[in-house]
């Protein structure tokens, strides 16, 4: 191979490898399918698997939250679809939510999945149009979450047992 | 030096100790990027390489080489300096005293290393020693006083050495594997830290760029 040739051919891949580098420290994949997702979604190839969503989308409906969520997770193994991850945060705040208390654990998960949400959506804009939700958008959705989160003096007040759930 | 191993070989070890430098498996795995102090370390590092003839910087990057070439040695040593950044990432712990006191030491011994002037050989030997004892403290010491499912012996230790420390000797326990990811990172920024172009005794003057594609840097 010729001189030049060689170290082009080594530059283009010392820099493909760096930029390789520095991409997955700043989106941190857990695994090698949001690792390869990501790759994917970068290239704007990523795609759900939609059977599995619309089954997802059953057993939230149904209140089965925690079949609900592995459909989701079979759904978008990657963890970059903005819509599905809306869901997985709705699921855990519809199972955690309590007349009496939240179940803060189940918020805390929300919150993580609504942050993926707006982290992969495009201009960090989450919107959903379904009629069986009261909360739309990330942002109304992710401050439920941290509302029911907080604790002040609204904790104590006897009347949240009237409220409902959205 | 050969063009394969300028161009491919060592600008790969580097950037791959980069990239496995701040691997942590924990219940997920986290690539920690690296503290700004092991951006001081390492440029010192590098100060002691250049300093005692480990790395020829001029062998590398010169008038006389080609336009190409000089970018490609201009790689090697950015991508040695990112390893280096990353092999102390791997050495120090990740928080409370023991971190600061790595952090010192390691200046320290830098800056010694750096005014003593050594050789080649003698600095080569010294980063290992440097790094092989920064892992043993770190992965197996501190790894196991960090440990909660140690013994009646360790947990003696630790409340003694807690109530020194104030309580800042506890690290993040990480699993098994990490420790094996830092050994062999550290394996290889060594091994890679060997194979970098040394300042050569005498020049030959036949060679086509100056002394890079010399014989006398073995």
């Known amino acids: 191979m010729r001189e030049s040739a060689a170290r082009t051919l080594g530059l283009v891949l010392a820099a493909a490898y760096a930029a390789f580098i520095v ?13 390869t997702g990501a790759l994917s979604a970068t290239v704007g190839t990523y795609s759900i698997d939609d059977r599995a969503f619309a089954d997802g989308l059953r057993f939230f409906r149904s209140d089965r939250f925690d079949a609900a969520r592995l459909a989701f997770d079979r759904a978008d193994p990657a963890h970059q679809d903005s819509r599905t991850q809306f869901y997985i945060a709705y699921s855990y705040y519809r199972q955690g939510w309590g007349r009496l208390y939240n179940d803060d654990a189940q918020f805390a998960r929300g919150l993580e999945a609504v942050d993926r949400a707006v982290a992969v959506a495009p201009q960090g804009r989450v919107a959903v149009d379904d009629p069986d939700l009261q909360l739309r958008s990330a942002d109304e959705l992710k401050a439920e979450l941290q509302a029911g989160l907080r604790r002040d003096a609204s904790y104590l007040n006897p009347l949240k047992v009237f409220r409902q759930r959205k | 030096m050969s063009r394969t191993r300028e161009a491919f070989v060592l600008p790969l070890l580097f950037l791959t100790v980069a990239l496995l430098g701040g691997v942590r498996v924990a219940d997920r795995i986290v690539l920690l990027p690296p503290p700004l102090f092991t951006l001081v370390l390492a440029f010192l590092l590098v100060g002691v390489l250049v300093r005692s003839g480990a790395l020829a910087p001029e062998r590398l990057m010169s008038a006389t080489r080609p336009p190409l070439a000089n970018v490609s040695g201009a790689v ?143």
């Not at chain 2, 003698?122 to 501190?142: D, E």
């Open chain 1, 23 to 35: 991409w997955l420290y700043v989106r941190q994949p857990q695994t090698v399918a949001e690792m």
């Open chain 2, 76 to 218: 090697v040593i950015v991508t040695a300096f990112a390893a280096a950044t990353q092999a102390f990432n791997v050495a120090i712990p990740e928080a409370g005293l023991p971190r600061l006191l790595f952090s010192v030491f390691l200046l320290v011994l830098l800056v010694n290393t750096l005014a003593a002037s050594p050789d080649r050989v003698r600095v080569l030997r010294s980063v290992l020693v440097i790094f092989g004892s920064a892992f043993v403290l770190k992965f197996i010491v501190l790894a196991a006083l960090s440990d909660p499912a140690g013994g009646w012996l360790k947990r003696v230790l630790l409340v003694m050495l807690e109530g020194l420390t104030f309580g800042t000797l506890s690290q993040d326990l990480y699993r098994p594997a990490t420790g094996y990811i830092a050994f062999a990172t550290l394996t290889l920024f060594v091994g890679s830290l060997a194979l970098l172009p040394p300042r050569q005794r005498r020049r030959l003057e036949s060679a086509p760029y100056g002394p890079v594609h010399g014989e006398l840097d073995r």
